[in-house]
């Protein structure tokens, strides 16, 4: 599984986030290598309400014994289901 880490500033007010922050992500791509996700990485991001994405890091993730966050875990399980998935932290970036 290919783990992506970085940041996207909201597009759109929700009810979760103000418009105009910029946030962490964590990704997982059921697809690898990065280099041929990357398209699809920003059209899910963008999709979702995100653009100005910088990606920080990214690489595989052999073992999900690995994970040890539940809510990181979840989304390995989705992205492994549904091929993408993505967490973004609450707290924007200053």
């Known amino acids: 599984m290919l ?7 909201l597009m759109h007010d929700n009810k979760e986030f103000t418009k105009g922050t910029r946030h962490e992500f964590n990704m997982f791509s059921k697809e690898m290598p990065f280099e041929q996700q990357i398209t699809q990485i920003e059209e899910y991001l963008v999709t979702r ?3 100005n994405i910088e990606v920080i890091s990214n ?11 539940d809510v990181l875990l979840k989304a390995y399980q989705k992205a492994k289901n549904e091929g ?11």
């Open 59 to 69: 690489g595989v993730l052999n073992n999900k014994e690995d994970i040890t966050h």
């Open 84 to 94: 993408f998935a993505v967490t973004v932290n609450n707290q924007p970036l200053v």
């Open 3 to 9: 783990i992506i880490n970085g940041t996207a500033e």
């Open 49 to 51: 309400g995100w653009d």
